[in-house]
């Protein structure tokens, strides 16, 4: 065997294992959590269009899980890092705090509904309902209802479901992880039996193709 193939093939088992290694620490973070969490942070991921390899360091910086979609939704119209949203929130900055530091206001948040909602959302939408739009500028939300806005804002948004339905599994008491998997699974059902529909469909204009 030449030299030159000699020395190639033993960088290719040094470094190997290295690269693995590498790719592994990108994955673990997510790897280790139950489809449920799993699928929350990919859908995150793929919504707010950042690498999963983000979605992991911002998780260990200890940004509870529900959270992590208001750093990004925050970071994409601050048009900053996520990593400067998450150093302002762990310095002690309430959510609307960070909101009006880059000027903006709790309308940021609104998102339109077609029902009167009830607990967690009727103390948010109430803020909203009292005031003129033009002082919506004037509202301040608290840190729970920016989450639960932005939580419904993003899985409404990026499944293409009704916010309307979200509210409703949010007022049974179902965490917005939950929530994602079901929304992901009646999506899911939905194609499958759109796939079966039109499957019967084109079956039956064949069967009446060959009889004419």
């Known amino acids: ?40 942070y990919l859908a995150i991921g793929e919504h707010y269009r950042v690498p999963e390899q983000q979605i992991v360091v911002v998780r260990e910086k200890k940004i509870p899980d529900q959270e992590m979609p208001v750093v990004f939704f925050l970071a994409r119209k601050a048009n900053v890092g996520p990593e400067v949203i998450i150093k302002l929130r762990l310095g002690g900055k309430s959510w609307m ?37 033009e002082k919506w500028g004037s509202i301040s939300l608290s840190d729970s209802e920016i989450i639960d806005l932005v939580n419904l804002k993003f899985i409404s948004d990026y499944y293409q479901c009704p916010a309307d339905d979200v509210i409703k599994m ?4 179902k965490n917005f992880i939950d929530i994602n998997s079901q929304v992901k699974q009646n999506k899911k059902q939905k194609q499958q039996q759109a796939k079966k529909q039109a499957s019967k469909s084109a079956g039956k204009k064949k069967g009446k193709g060959k009889k004419n």
Do not use: W
């Open 97 to 133: 705090d960070i909101t009006t530091y880059y000027g903006h206001n709790a309308e940021l948040f609104y998102v339109p509904v077609t029902a009167d909602p009830g607990p967690p959302y009727g103390k948010a939408y109430g803020h909203f309902k009292k005031q003129k739009r």
């Open 170 to 173: 949010r007022q049974n008491g």
């Open 1 to 40: 065997m030449r030299p030159i193939k000699v020395i190639a093939l033993l960088c290719l088992m040094v470094f190997s294992p290295l690269a693995g290694q590498s790719q592994a620490e990108v994955n673990f973070g997510l790897s280790i959590d139950n489809d449920g969490i799993k699928g929350f």
